[in-house]
């Protein structure tokens, strides 16, 4: 069974850039089909898809988020990776790595939260 | 965007009664070339992220009671759980994948009486 785990700061300064990595056990990252994705959870609020990496390294972002986030691969760690910038206090949530296949999501890590303040 | 709304809110059910959550899109999520609706529902418990319960709208994930079942009317949909049990007091979304940005419901709480 398939397991993520985020890692990365907890707390950033105001219009920095927030690096965050999702590592995968149990099956590859490259494997045929998946798409990884991140998805955030603002406190007291709902939550909001981030956008996702396919297998073979295509991206889509939420146009919401699309100038300030990369999506990348490391296949020889099998890892994942966010990279937010300009961040702002809206940036503040839980994020989550994910992994689906179509649409939605099998497999969640178990969130880090991220707090933006100076 | 497609709009997930739900409702209600929140939910106070006494243990063994029937639940149900529902959600409206903004929009048809169905894919009329497999007859398929692209919407999952999702549980999540204080501190654990959200668990797939529900895809396709009505197809259980492997492993979930069978006290769980979603129904779908057009763009409307239900998350029902038939004889609520002490273990269903979470927070529960939907979520469409018809169209991307993929987006959620805004959550229905479920508490015990």
């Known amino acids: 069974q398939v397991q993520l785990q985020e890692s990365g700061p907890g707390l950033v300064k105001p219009s920095q850039t927030l690096s965050l990595t999702c590592t995968v056990s149990g099956g590859s990252i490259i494997s045929s089909g998946y798409f990884w994705t991140w998805i955030r959870h603002h406190p007291g609020k709902g939550l909001e898809w981030i956008g996702h990496?396919?297998?073979?390294?295509?991206?889509y972002y939420n146009p919401s988020l699309q100038s300030r986030v990369t999506i990348s691969l490391d296949p020889s760690k099998n890892q994942f990776s966010l990279k937010l910038s300009s961040l702002s206090a809206a940036d503040t949530a839980v994020y989550y790595c994910?992994?689906?296949?179509?649409?939605?999501?099998?497999?969640w890590g178990q969130g880090t939260l991220v707090t933006v303040s100076s | 965007d497609i709009v997930m709304t739900q409702s209600p809110d929140s939910l106070a059910l006494s243990l063994g009664e029937r639940a149900t959550i529902n959600c409206k899109s903004s929009?048809?999520?169905?894919?009329?070339?497999?007859?398929?609706?692209?919407l999952a529902w999702y549980q999540q418990k204080p501190g654990q992220p959200p668990k797939e319960l529900i895809y396709w709208a009505s197809t259980r994930e492997s492993g979930v009671p069978d006290r769980f079942s979603g129904s779908e009317s057009g763009t409307d949909f239900s998350l029902t759980i038939s004889s609520l049990q002490a273990e269903d007091v979470a927070v529960y979304y939907c979520q469409q994948y018809y169209r991307f940005p993929y987006t959620f419901g805004q959550g229905t709480k479920l508490k015990i009486k």
């Open positions: 990496i396919s297998y073979s390294g295509s991206t």
């Open positions: 994910a992994r689906t296949t179509g649409g939605d999501f099998d497999s």
């Open positions: 929009q048809s999520i169905l894919y009329t070339s497999n007859n398929k609706s692209y």
